[in-house]
Every structure is written in C-alpha cells, then in structure tokens.
C-alpha cells in the first residue's frame, strides 16, 4: 500500500484554487500521471465542518477499504486543511455549499482524467454528507438538461454506493446554536466559534447570513431527487449531540416511505452506533467496519446478480469491474 498527496487546481470562470489530498493505492506499484488502460474504482472519503482530510477515522478507514481511495480537504477547511482559496478570496464560509459541490466535481474530474478512476463509492461524514446530497442532485439535474452540463468540467455517471455518516436533517436546528437574539451576535454582530483541528485552537466568526443560508439548504428537495437506482447506507451515532440521530430516522423515512418511484428493497439501509457522539471519538472501528461491510454486501449483490442490486452499480460494472470482495474485521459475509 502506498500514499501519494495530490494538488489539483480548480480553475472555472467563477473560483480559484486547488485541492491537496491523499490517494492511497492498495498495491505498491508507482502512481502515474497518464491514463491506466484499465478503468480501476475508487472510493472518496469526505470530512465534515472545520475538519480535515486526517481527522478522526479517515486515514485508518482508507487503510482498510478493499480499493483505493482519495480522501482531500475541502477549501472551507482552510484553518486545518491544506487546500487553498485563490488569493484575497473570502475564505471560510458556513453556508458555501455550492463551493464544497465545485471542490467534489473537480476531484472526480480529475482522478478520471488523470489516472481513470472511476468513483465507486463516497463515505460522507457530517457536512460532508450535506455536500453529497447536493452533488447527487446536481447531477441529476444536469443528467435532465435542467442544469446546463458542459461535459468537459463535469462527470455525469452515477456512483453506486454512498454511505452518510453522521447527517443533518433538521436545518433549523442551527438557530438554537446561534440565535438570532443571542447577546454576542447583537453586540459584535457575528458569533465568535472556537475549535480546535489539527492539534491547533483558532476561531471563525459565524455571521447571521451564513446561518440564513445554512438553515435554508433545501435538503428536503434535494433527498427527493436522489437516484433510486442508488444504495444509501445512513450511519449515527446514539449520543450524538451535535445532530441527534432521529435525523436519520427523518432521512430512512423519506426514503424509504415518500420517494415517488418508490425506492428498491434494500437499498437504503441504517445503522446505529450504540453510545457513538457526533465524531464517533471511541468507535472508529464500528464506523471502519459497518462502512467495509455495507461495500462488500452491495458488491457481492452485484457480482452474485441479486435481484435486488444496484442498477447504477451493475451499469458500473459494465465499465469498471468493482473490486474484488474483501474481509474486513466482525465482516458480516
């Protein structure tokens, strides 16, 4: 197994940038900067709000996926992460979704182009899994013509599998974090949000705009544009007290009960981890082992030719044979 870091510059008519991340190879042959002949899958790791591409389970679950995988910083993480903003740029912002949606297309992008990887799966934590529920609805509607899609800076297909960790339901939440009548906000006319990633304390000021915009992301919409043809694995923990895990009680009831064609058996599924907090700090290897085993059984639906596989990841295999089946740890096959 090897690791690369990876810079990827993104340069549209609107942002600037570029995104450093880790691609780890699961053989020890040298990374090339020319197409393989082979299209090859690939799983990408996604991090939440101020984290980074290291934080928490992230390196030891791309240790123990059975394919490769590219993990990178988000540009909003730029406090913790190595990513960057073009110069004299905003900088860290609550609500910039479509940013983060910019950031995952040039990543995808870019691992095809490059190296012919194709995207097998996403494991989404926390913002992140706000990001993918945009991204799927983005290229839904580029794939009906309703958003213009220039086929040079974007990639229509459907990633099979997609396991959402820790995931916001209710938006609004977010005002009882900051409301608007709060003391700080009225004086200095901005909350001051103290963390600390990458063993370093800093703070970011969170405006009232950005909690508008960020209580206003239209997840409910976006959830019903999700592909049916699509496996969704919700993950929570039971003492998250960041977003609570009746969320993913809303997200399974959508989905499996309010989605018009109604969803497949089997095809979205939900986990509880019993006393995991929001970072899953104790458990990373209950969310390493549910992940990599979610894959391998949806896999093992498609190499069986189960009737209840994935269309999306049969049309996969068409063109990129999924990786071979692996035991992980407790592995429930």
Known sequence: MTEHKIEIPISSTSDQGALIGILRKQDSSPLQSTSQPQPKPITLILHGVLAHKDQLYHRKLAQTLPCDSFRFDFR?????????????SEGWHMSSFDQDILDIHTAILYLRKTFNYHVESVIAHSRGVLNMWQYFWDVEMR????????????????????????????????????????KELQKKGYFEWKVRVAGKNFSVNVTKPMIDGFCNFPIADLVN?????????????????????????????????????????ESTDLELIEGADHTFKGHFDAVINTSCDYLNRRRKAVLEKDEFASP?????????????????PNSKL
Request: aromatic content about 10%; proline content about 9%.
């Open 76 to 88: 909003h993480a730029d406090q913790g992460g190595e990513s960057r903003h073009a110069p004299g």
């Open 143 to 182: 794939r009906l013509n309703v958003i213009p899609n220039n086929t040079q800076n974007f990639i229509l297909d459907r990633i099979p599998f997609y396991v959402a960790l820790a995931g916001r339901w209710d938006m609004h939440r977010m005002r009882k974090r900051f409301p608007d009548d709060s």
């Open 225 to 265: 544009k999700f592909p049916a043809d699509v496996d969704v694995l919700l993950v929570h923990g039971t003492k998250d007290a960041t977003v609570p895990y009746q969320d993913a009680f809303a997200y399974m009831d959508k989905l499996q009960h309010h989605m018009q064609p109604p969803r497949r058996k």
């Open 312 to 328: 999306a990841a049969i049309e996969f295999q068409r063109h990129c044979p999924l990786s071979p089946l692996s035991q992980t």
